[in-house]
């Protein structure tokens, strides 16, 4: 069973507590694997400290920014994208360093596709 939804614009606030209310699990959808066979090496993603997966009773631990468990990429280092979502890791203390991807870090998305998708993230629906 996989879930999925997506993701309401809210800015991350540093030291706010959250918790979910009126979570559904999505039973009928599958879990979003992003695309299947782009190889992204030397793409770019945002590395982080260690942060739990916020969906009940996942225990997945993120160290890079993800969506539905895979590492989001960016093509450019530079992608305005890209520098948006780190400047927010840092403002919520996640201590983000852009990296060049390597396939070793697990499966990838393309921010743009994640994006194109609906942004769906795993585990919670409103």
Known sequence: MGYLCAVEREEP??????SVQDVEPIHDEELWTGEEDGDRSGWYCVR???FPCPAP???FIA???TAAHLVLVWEERDDPNLLRHAQRAK????????????RDYGPSASYYAWEAAGRPVHGIRK
Request: net charge positive; proline share 7%.
């Open 13 to 18: 606030q540093r030291g706010r507590a959250v």
């Open 48 to 50: 982080t400290d260690p």
């Open 57 to 59: 009773g996942c225990t």
């Open 63 to 65: 160290v890079f920014m």
């Open 91 to 102: 403002e919520v203390g996640r201590n983000p360093r852009v990296v060049s991807y390597e």
